[in-house]
Structures are given as structure tokens and as C-alpha cells.
T-cell receptor
Framework: GAVVSQHPSWVICKSGTSVKIECRSL??????MFWYRQFPKQSLMLMAT?????????EQGVEKDKFLINHASLTLSTLTVTSAHPEDSSFYIC???????????FGNGTRLTVT | TQLLEQSPQFLSIQEGENLTVYCNSS?????LQWYRQEPGEGPVLLVT?????EVKKLKRLTFQFGDARKDSSLHITAAQTGDTGLYLC?????????FGPGTRLSVLP
């Protein structure tokens, strides 16, 4: 069964609004989670590394004020897309592992459509 | 910065055919993974290879890791429609991952 859960699976929102996506590790604690974005027919691109109890680390070119990440507990990280625009429409995927030596488990992704 | 290349980019075959897809890295892999991603879902890990020259089999899938640990191939025997998906190779060092662009495979009935 799934060990990393993402919610919602899909969301449609209007331009200018904010959307929150949750990523939960179901049967293990994850001090680190990862957020990816995947555009149609493209590979996964790492957006940021979410660290429990501290600030997220963002990849170059990813606006930290637009993509707010909160890793408030060892089993939950959230990604909030603020003031969403149509170009933010994408497939957002999170991942987590029990520890650096364990396989990475991916959530089932969230399809965001901004109209 | 490590660059991963995958070929072919797209592949469409008939059910029952064999196929091979490739992954090449600009630098030595730390730990190579192959994933399959179906539309609307997250990637699912197929295999992890670490040792140069390593060959792993997973039912109809055979994974080879080059001796120099800079390239890998995935061979599928007698493809089935359920094999359809995006095949991604990735390198991991610690909890950091770099993904290749993927090979999109379509197996037609």
C-alpha cells in the first residue's frame, strides 16, 4: 500500500487564489521531504527540499515566496502555491524516505489547473 | 552538474515485442534507480543498482549497469500493455535525486 499520501489528487482554482497541497508519510517519520513539479510529457524537476522544523531549501529559479513550504511535523509537509497563475498549472509530486539509505517513496501527485 | 540522458524519448511498440531503453550520465552514478510512472500517478521504484556490471532481473525486465557506472539499460521482454508508462532513470546521493528526462513507452494491443 501507499506509504506517502498526497492530497488533493487534483484541484482547479482561479487565477490569483492560493492552493495548499499536503504530503504525508503514512507509516514512518520523515525529517526530509521533497517537492517536484512535472510539466506534461516532461520529467520531474525538484523544486525544494522540505526540512522538519527548519526552512525549506529551494532549487535555483524556484520562488520561495510563491511556493510556501511548511514541514510542521515529522509526517506532514505542505506546499502552498500563492497567487496562482495559469503557468503554475502542473503536476506536483512529493516524496519521502525513512532515512537517507532507504528507497524514496513518491506520492501520487496533485494535478493543479489554474484557470 | 550531472546530466542524465535517456533514449529513445518515445517508443511505441506492439504487445509481445521486446525493447531496450537507455540511460546515460555525464558523471559516475552514485546509485542508479529506474522508476516507472503511469499517467496521473507518482513514480514507482523498479530497481536500484549500485555495482558496475550489475545485472538485475525483475520478471520480464532486465536491468544492466555499465562497468564504468555511467550508463544503464532496461530491457523488456514480451512487452504487455501494462508496461505502458514513463520510464525514468535517476541518480541518488543521500536523499538528493536527479532524474533523467524519461522514455515514454506505449505498448499497443
Amino acid at each position: 500500500g501507499a506509504v506517502v499520501s498526497q492530497h488533493p489528487s487534483w484541484v482547479i482554482c482561479k487565477s490569483g487564489t492560493s492552493v495548499k497541497i499536503e504530503c504525508r508519510s503514512l507509516d514512518f517519520q520523515a525529517t526530509t521531504m521533497f517537492w517536484y513539479r512535472q510539466f506534461p510529457k516532461q520529467s520531474l524537476m525538484l523544486m525544494a527540499t522540505s526540512n522538519e522544523g527548519s526552512k525549506a531549501t529551494y532549487e535555483q529559479g524556484v520562488e520561495k515566496d510563491k511556493f510556501l513550504i511548511n514541514h510542521a511535523s515529522l509526517t506532514l509537509s505542505t506546499l502552498t502555491v500563492t497567487s496562482a497563475h495559469p503557468e503554475d498549472s502542473s503536476f506536483y509530486i512529493c516524496s519521502a524516505s525513512r532515512d537517507p539509505d532507504s528507497p524514496l517513496h513518491f506520492g501520487n501527485g496533485t494535478r493543479l489547473t489554474v484557470t | 552538474t550531472q546530466l542524465l540522458e535517456q533514449s529513445p524519448q518515445f517508443l511505441s511498440i506492439q504487445e509481445g515485442e521486446n525493447l531496450t531503453v537507455y540511460c546515460n550520465s555525464s558523471s559516475v552514478f552514485s546509485s542508479l534507480q529506474w522508476y516507472r510512472q503511469e499517467p496521473g500517478e507518482g513514480p514507482v521504484l523498479l530497481v536500484t543498482v549500485v555495482t558496475g556490471g550489475e545485472v538485475k532481473k525483475l520478471k520480464r525486465l532486465t536491468f544492466q549497469f555499465g562497468d564504468a557506472r555511467k550508463d544503464s539499460s532496461l530491457h523488456i521482454t514480451a512487452a504487455q500493455t501494462g508496461d505502458t508508462g514513463l520510464y525514468l532513470c535517476a541518480d541518488s546521493y543521500g536523499q538528493n535525486f536527479v532524474f533523467g528526462p524519461g522514455t515514454r513507452l506505449s505498448v499497443l494491443p
